[in-house]
């Protein structure tokens, strides 16, 4: 137990981080602008360090059960840290568009981002990287899918019917998702899996492999996105008073919310590259992706139409172009089961464009 401890020590330094926070509040928030702002970034550092620990305890389990459900979870654990943080900041300070430009920017850092990166280190170190690419096709059109029902078509909703449409999106991720989980986990399982029969991962003997203890993964999983819920709590008003005034474009707090769900899921795709096991990165990047979409959004509208409050959902014509091209350069790119660096850089200078239109404020 005790080594167990000494294990979650970051976990423990988040806690206490949570801890102190919420007396501290009044003192952060009244003390200028300044103190606000360290406290704010001090603060996503812990939470970084937390969502860390959580993404680890999901790798533990994901290398217990295997793929695909291992990814699933590696995915699905990400997605719940975004969820938490993303309801506890729109239930502090609501803003019409955080949600979009969350989710559009958890697209853009998923597949340019860490799919265009993993792919590039893979292919200078190893050339071409096979994979599957019946998985990559299955992602790409769900996600195409997925982002034009809830993000593009929102554009032509009456205000009027808001509602109506809200509640149609709802169901229609629900039925979606239900089948794809099917999919992945039933009999198009071999979808998101694939061979390697030359270039094989070393194991440990069973003797030396480090044991896995299930349930005090999954408490500490639960455990982690608890204390990341807290932290975020004030993290948000602190970040929120420390932007405020200072130019910085209203993008900025949405991609932070992404970059902290996406930083652990970064380390584990680029390990994978590195290791020559592309179809870990195309399921953890493109696994991301749809269920940023395809879970956050039925419930953050689900929160619109308790609160009577609508998000603006629909993407600007800017995001509109850059998912549209994302997905047809992802298309062309993993549509013959290998990967390489070209690919890798296509993807990566689509992310530097995402980047540089976002400080433009664009």
Do not use: C
Not at 30 to 37: D, P
Not at 213 to 225: D, E, M, P, W
Not at 324 to 340: F, K, P
Request: no cysteine; net charge negative.
């Amino acid at each position: 137990m005790l080594t167990s401890l000494k294990q979650e020590k970051f976990m423990l330094l988040a806690l206490i981080a949570a801890v102190a926070a919420y007396p501290l509040e009044h003192w952060m928030l009244h003390n200028g602008q300044m103190v606000a702002l360290l406290a704010g970034l001090a603060l996503i550092g812990f939470i970084v360090v937390a969502s860390m620990r959580v993404a680890h305890h999901a790798e533990q389990l994901a290398e217990k059960v295997g793929d695909p459900y291992g990814t699933m979870i590696l995915t699905l654990a990400a997605v719940l840290v975004e969820v938490v943080i993303l309801a506890i900041m729109m239930s502090n300070e609501p803003s019409p568009t955080l949600v979009r430009d969350t989710i559009y920017s958890a697209v853009m850092l998923d597949i340019n981002g860490i799919l265009g990166l993993a792919a590039l280190m893979g292919g200078i170190k190893h050339g071409e990287q096979s994979y599957n690419d019946d998985s990559a096709r299955t992602y790409s059109v769900m996600i195409l899918t997925a982002m034009g029902v809830s993000m593009v078509v929102p554009e032509f909703i009456p205000e009027a019917d808001w509602k109506i449409y809200s509640a149609f999106t709802i169901g229609a991720m629900v039925v979606l998702y239900t089948l794809f989980l099917r999919m992945q986990v039933g009999p198009h399982s071999y979808f998101f899996s694939y061979s390697y029969p030359d270039k094989r991962r070393k194991t440990l003997p069973e003797e030396q492999a480090p044991p896995v203890n299930l349930a005090f993964s999954i408490g500490t999983l639960v455990f982690g996105v608890i204390v990341i819920g807290a932290l975020a709590e004030v993290m948000s008003k602190t970040l929120d008073l420390g932007l405020e005034g200072t130019g910085a474009p209203p993008v900025v707090t949405a991609i932070v919310v992404a970059a902290i769900s996406a930083a652990p899921e970064i380390l584990t795709a680029l390990r994978a590259a590195l290791a020559n096991r592309m179809q870990s990165v195309v399921n953890i990047a493109l696994g991301a992706s749809l269920s940023t979409v395809i879970l956050t959004v039925p419930v953050m509208e689900a929160m619109a139409l308790y609160s009577g409050q609508p998000f603006q959902m629909a993407m600007t014509p800017v995001q509109s172009v850059m998912v549209l091209i994302t997905l047809i350069v992802s298309a062309i790119n993993l549509n013959d089961g290998e990967t390489n660096a070209i690919e890798g850089m296509t993807h990566f200078v689509l992310f530097a464009t995402f980047i540089m239109l976002s400080l433009l404020g664009v």
